[in-house]
């Protein structure tokens, strides 16, 4: 008799050993003991386990409950821990050691997969820029002056990043019609997502030490798709002077898998042609890899497609905005996330959030359920996504979602 | 021959057993050692030393290298606690077990006392407020429409929040003048401080839990004088529409000393008339604790007076400002720190920034040294603060000071 291996994936499976995206995971019978998982196919490898069984020095680095040891560990070691799992998990002679240590994905519970230190979410996407500025400032110009010789971004809350799955409870808040003779308070009635492409720090830098463009790779270990989830009618109401605050910081949804940088070799491409000169730390022209992703992500609301906004896009790159997070010597601790900003493309139907895709809710989506706006309890969103990898196989990007409950 | 003891202090001694506040220190006998210790007078009491000697269940508590484990203990920790160390330096039975604990300040280095979780600074003080929104937009309303409905405020970045004595370094990045036909780059030409109180979480709240006003003692341990340094330049160029990053996030710098907020009876002040009626969850007109503290706060640059702002006057109280912070949901964690925003004044003299009291340098301050407008390099600023204690006591709040360098 012969049972087929988990290791013997259907040709063109996203999840194959060309990816090995890293998560962390525990199972029902020690729900305590998180570990490192990588994941291929449908099945978690317990990586420190199997470091273990074949004698790897990295094992006592992946036996770990968060990633944060390993993206500490710095670029050579994410190389060979990334060479040692292809072997593994390629190499036949190893099966009967890696075999035993595959879970099946339904059996375990996914983890946040790193400790968070700072998060900065970015605002990215000319489109995205260009319809906010459009539907929130209808008297100004659309792009603010700065837009072009920078990129925007803004610290946002650490402590409520939450990964894939978790319940997301509709915020209260202060929100106030232009109309309205005061402020009143309640539910969220205009709850939103931002689709977006989150990165995690794996190197340190030091205070006073930018990060220079070519510097990216040393630094960055991975991406992951990143719900950042919005409050417009608080949003609308606190953000001027100081920026989005209530409106952003009750809960920010990130993928439990986190697909390093060395798996997407195939997908990086140019990003937009620049309309304005760029300062020469911002300046990417004659860059070595080109700064951007061609990660096409896909927005589901209740298992309905609603969007399909395109990574590659984007005006600015991660390699920017962490030469731009630097430049004033802010250093860099392992854990720092940083989000690319809403990913939204020119179509309408490549908008990443509901404000743009419904117009601030004056243009319903026509879905087969009926006329939608903002988010009901109830909603389940979910994001997938997908990037050009070698000889033309898929690297899948493991998926975020959540649910929206009644607080 | 009779020595005095440490313990003998001046009556009125500012940093009296009416106040121990909380740091974390090493000798340099031992650099690595770090450790919790209690100011008094002018020493320093090794508090897990103290702890174990005389027997203390908490020995373990203090005997760590950050604040975090007792701020996490809770409320009823921190008031045992602080029973325990009163005891122990005003019983004269414990002089010799004590004695030799006491390090003298100057001997001893002192750390940064906590770990930040997230870090939020608000923007309280209507004189500030006022005067900020006169000189970034001369054309609108002092006040946005939103500032007297909610404490306005934002994300910091928590990982450059660096204790007191530590230099800062001049940042870098784009400028540009309403003028100028496109951004420059280079050292920040508006270099500034921000004088405020600063504010750490010891308990932790649950997502989708609000912290109402009564459960702002249950959940803040204790206040400290927090400069926020402030590039003007890069921030008037940056902040619009996500508000301040790089103008703010190349460094915080925070009291080595937190004074618990039990040491501040005294100077607990009802907050000015609101001007507008506050929703029920900020609504303090009835609260038994008055919100506000009466802390007298001294700016000097390179040891000249230059203003004097007092805390008393802040609009929005710490505890609104927590409430405001979690009615979303979003969650606590111990060592979340928040600053009051910037305190300044009604009177000229009273203005917690340069760029308030040299009118953003239209009009500078004649100092003995001559005439000053932002922060040169080698300038050093130093805070220190004082409220009202017991009897008639001050209690001493502990200087945060920094040199600016070139970078």
Redesign the interface.
Known sequence: MSEQSPLDLAEGDPFGPHNLPYGVFSTPDAPEHRRVGVRIGDHVLDAGAAAHALGSPYAALLARPTLNPLLAAGRTAWRDVRRALTAWVTVPAHRPDIEPLLHPLDTVTLHLPYEV????DF?ASEHHATNV?RI??PDGDAL???WK??P?????????I?VSGTDV?R????R?APTDP??V?GPSVKLDIEAEVGFVVGTPSA??S?VDLASFEDHVFGLFLLNDWS?RD?QA???????????K???TSVSAWVTPLEALTAARVAPPERD??L???LDDADAEVPGGFDIRIAVALNGQLVAEPPFAGMYWTAAQQLA??T???????TG?VYGSGTVSGPERDQRGSFLELTWNGTEPMELPTGKRTFLEDGDVVTMTAWAPGPDGVRVGLGEVTGRIVE?
Chains 1, 2 share one sequence.
């Open positions: 230190a700072d998060y900065v605002y500025g929130f400032r603010t002056p700065n010789h920078l925007i971004g803004y610290h946002g809350r650490s402590g409520t939450v409870a915020p209260h808040g202060q106030k005061a402020p308070f205070l006073g930018p409050a608080i109401w606190e953000y001027v002077p100081l920026g989005p605050f209530l409106g910081s009750f809960a304005f000169p300062l020469p730390y731009h997070m430049v004033n010597g802010a250093s860099l601790r720092d607080s």
